[in-house]
T-cell receptor, first 116, second 115 residues
Framework: AQSVAQPEDQVNVAEGNPLTVKCTYSVSGNPYLFWYVQYPNRGLQFLLKYITGDNLVKGSYGFEAEFNKSQTSFHLKKPSALVSDSALYFCAVRAFTSGGSYIPTFGRGTSLIVHP | DTGVSQNPRHKITKRGQNVTFRCDPISEHNRLYWYRQTLGQGPEFLTYFQNEAQLEKSRLLSDRFSAERPKGSFSTLEIQRTEQGDSAMYLC?????????????FGPGTRLTVL
């Protein structure tokens, strides 16, 4: 079984400050890891993913995430937050197994609020 | 714009009625997924297709739910005898297998309200 935990329901940060949205995962074997963002009344938009290789992944809108295998974490970061980054962020995991399921498991989401 | 479209965007129905939603994926994508999302939760997997074949269904999926993808292009999700607990956002996503390692592109969703 695979699972994702986003331990914070809400993250508050001032505009211009760095932000971190936390994600930990549990999966058998090597993981594929994803971050998505959801704006109100919209579907999810892909931000970035980790498959293999460099542990630091860069994605859309200046976001990046660091894969840490020993801590089973994939935290989302941005050096300088913008008010427009305020949205709901979802972490997802899928096990990389030959012939296995292609179904990702999503976390419950973290609401990011960036204050002017 | 992700290129995945869903119709209708909103549906209000009375308990016991049947509803059908449509998803049009990105044209070259061969995998199509349906998810349900309720307030405060992430997307919950319902079922997925590779081309026209339905390969996997969630064990949580009631037999009142059925999905089709008859020609490997658009897909429909039908809910029969709707219940108030079916009220949720229904999301569709598509991806190209063997392409960008399963990056799923989501549609805007259909919000269902069962009265």
């Amino acid at each position: 079984a695979q699972s994702v935990a986003q331990p914070e329901d809400q993250v508050n940060v001032a505009e211009g400050n760095p932000l971190t949205v936390k994600c930990t995962y549990s999966v058998s074997g090597n993981p594929y890891l994803f971050w998505y963002v959801q704006y109100p009344n919209r579907g999810l938009q892909f931000l970035l993913k980790y498959i293999t290789g460099d542990n630091l992944v860069k994605g859309s809108y200046g976001f990046e995430a660091e894969f840490n295998k020993s801590q089973t974490s994939f935290h989302l970061k941005k050096p300088s937050a913008l008010v427009s980054d305020s949205a709901l962020y979802f972490c997802a995991v899928r096990a990389f197994t030959s012939g296995g399921s292609y179904i990702p498991t999503f976390g419950r989401g973290t609401s990011l609020i960036v204050h002017p | 714009d992700t290129g995945v479209s869903q119709n209708p965007r909103h549906k209000i129905t009375k308990r016991g009625q049947n509803v059908t939603f449509r998803c049009d994926p990105i044209s070259e994508h061969n995998r199509l997924y349906w998810y349900r999302q309720t307030l405060g939760q992430g997307p919950e997997f319902l079922t997925y297709f590779q081309n026209e074949a339905q390969l996997e269904k969630s064990r949580l999926l009631s037999d009142r739910f059925s999905a089709e993808r008859p020609k490997g292009s658009f897909s429909t999700l039908e809910i029969q005898r709707t219940e108030q607990g079916d009220s949720a956002m229904y999301l569709c996503a598509s991806t190209l297998s063997g392409g960008e390692a399963d990056t799923q592109y989501f549609g805007p969703g259909t919000r269902l309200t069962v009265l």
